[in-house]
C-alpha cells in the first residue's frame, strides 16, 4: 500500500491537525484493500473526528460529483454514535441501491436516536418514488411503504412523523391522502409544513384549491412550502399569486416565486420574470435566467405534449 494513503490516515486520525479536504479526493472509490485499511484505523478516530470527516466528505461529493465516498458512508452507517448515523444516510442521499433502503427500513423501525429514523425516513422518499416507477421489488416496496406508514403514525418523535409523512407524498397508496388531509387539518407548524411537502410530491391536482389557500398565509414558513408546492403541482392559476409574492418580505419565498413560476409557465409568468430581470441585482440575475431558461423548457414540452396528443386524437 502507497505510503501516502497511509500517512493521509494517520493525519486524519490525529485530531492536533485540522482536516485538510485537499486530501480528501483520496478516499474517493476506494477498492477493497484501501476500504480494510480505512475501516481499521476508522475504529480507531476519535467521534468529533470522525464525524468532521463525514461532513467535509459530504461537501466534497455534492461540489464535485466526479467523487464517490459511498463505500465510507456504509461503514458509518453502523457507527455507535447517532450523529454520525444520520449524517452517513444525509450523504448516501443519491444512492438507488435496494441494499440502501433495506437498511434504511432497519434504521426507521429500530434504531434508538430520533435523528437517525429522521434522517431515514428523509432518504426512503427517494425509493418510494422508485417504486412508483416500478424499479423495485414488490416485496422492497411493501416494506418501504408499511415501515413509512407504520411510523407516521406510531413514532414517538413528531419530526419523525413529519417526515415519514413527507416521503409518502411519492406514494399512490391508498392510505396516504386522508393523512395528508388530517396533518393539514392542523392548520399551523410542522404538520401543515409536512403536508403542504407531500402534496408537491404528490403530482396530484386534489390538492390544488388547498395550496392556493395558504399561499398569503401569515407565516413565511407555511408561503415557502405553498408557493413550492404550487410549482411542483404545475399549479398555472396560482400565477398572479406568485406574481404579487415576487414582493414578498422574505427572501426564501421570494426566491422559490421566481422558480415556480418558471415551473408554471405561460405568458403572465413569463412577462412577470422579464420585468424582474429588467432591474435584478447581481445575486439575482442568473436564478432569474436560470428561471426563465427552465420556463421557456417547461412550456416547449408541454406544446410538444399536446401536439403528440393531438396528433393521436386525429388518428383516431
Same mark, same amino acid.
Given at each position: 500500500m502507497e505510503r501516502g494513503f497511509v500517512e493521509l490516515l494517520e493525519l486524519l486520525g490525529n485530531e492536533a491537525y485540522p482536516l485538510e479536504s485537499a486530501r480528501l479526493p483520496k478516499l474517493s472509490d476506494l477498492d477493497a484493500v484501501h476500504l480494510a485499511r480505512f475501516?481499521?484505523?476508522?475504529? &480507531?478516530?476519535?467521534?468529533?473526528?470522525?464525524?468532521?470527516?463525514?461532513?467535509?466528505?459530504?461537501?466534497?461529493?455534492?461540489? &464535485?460529483?466526479? @467523487?464517490?465516498?459511498?463505500?465510507?458512508?456504509?461503514?458509518?452507517?453502523?457507527?455507535?454514535?447517532?450523529? @454520525?448515523?444520520?449524517?452517513?444516510?444525509?450523504? @448516501?442521499?443519491?444512492?438507488?441501491?435496494?441494499?440502501?433502503?433495506?437498511k434504511l427500513v432497519d434504521r426507521l423501525r429500530a434504531d434508538s436516536a430520533?435523528?437517525?429514523?429522521?434522517?431515514?425516513?428523509?432518504? @426512503?422518499?427517494?425509493?418510494?418514488?422508485?417504486?412508483e416507477t416500478d424499479a423495485l421489488e414488490a416485496q422492497l416496496r411493501l416494506e418501504i411503504e408499511q415501515s413509512l406508514l407504520s411510523a407516521v403514525g406510531s413514532d414517538r418523535s413528531p419530526e419523525v412523523r413529519d417526515c415519514c409523512l413527507e416521503s409518502l407524498g411519492y406514494s399512490t397508496r391508498d392510505e396516504v391522502p386522508e393523512l395528508i388531509e388530517q396533518a393539514y387539518a392542523a392548520g399551523q407548524g410542522s404538520r401543515l409544513r409536512a403536508a403542504l411537502r407531500a402534496m408537491s410530491r404528490s403530482a396530484d391536482s386534489r390538492w390544488a384549491p388547498l395550496v392556493m389557500a395558504k399561499l398569503q398565509d401569515p407565516e413565511p414558513d407555511i408561503r415557502l412550502q405553498a408557493v413550492q408546492a404550487a410549482?411542483?403541482?404545475?399549479?398555472?392559476?396560482?400565477?398572479?399569486?406568485?406574481?404579487?409574492?415576487?414582493?414578498?418580505?422574505?427572501?426564501?419565498?421570494?426566491?422559490?416565486?421566481?422558480?415556480?413560476?418558471?415551473?408554471?409557465?405561460?405568458s403572465i409568468a413569463t412577462t412577470a420574470l422579464e420585468q424582474l430581470q429588467e432591474n435584478a441585482s447581481d445575486s439575482e440575475a442568473q436564478l432569474i435566467q436560470d428561471a426563465l431558461d427552465n420556463l421557456t423548457f417547461e412550456d416547449g414540452a408541454r406544446d410538444f405534449f399536446m401536439l403528440d396528443f393531438d396528433d393521436e386524437n386525429s388518428a383516431a
Open positions: 475501516r481499521t484505523a476508522w475504529d &480507531k478516530f476519535g467521534a468529533d473526528r470522525r464525524h468532521s470527516i463525514l461532513l467535509q466528505l459530504g461537501d466534497l461529493a455534492n461540489s &464535485k460529483i466526479e @467523487l464517490s465516498f459511498e463505500a465510507i458512508n456504509r461503514i458509518a452507517l453502523d457507527d455507535p454514535d447517532p450523529r @454520525l448515523r444520520a449524517q452517513a444516510i444525509g450523504n @448516501l442521499w443519491e444512492s438507488e441501491d435496494p441494499a440502501l433502503a433495506g430520533a435523528e437517525v429514523r429522521r434522517a431515514a425516513a428523509l432518504a @426512503l422518499a427517494s425509493f418510494v418514488l422508485l417504486a410549482g411542483e403541482l404545475d399549479m398555472r392559476q396560482a400565477s398572479d399569486e406568485l406574481v404579487d409574492l415576487l414582493e414578498d418580505v422574505d427572501e426564501r419565498v421570494r426566491v422559490a416565486a421566481i422558480w415556480s413560476l418558471s415551473q408554471v409557465g405561460g
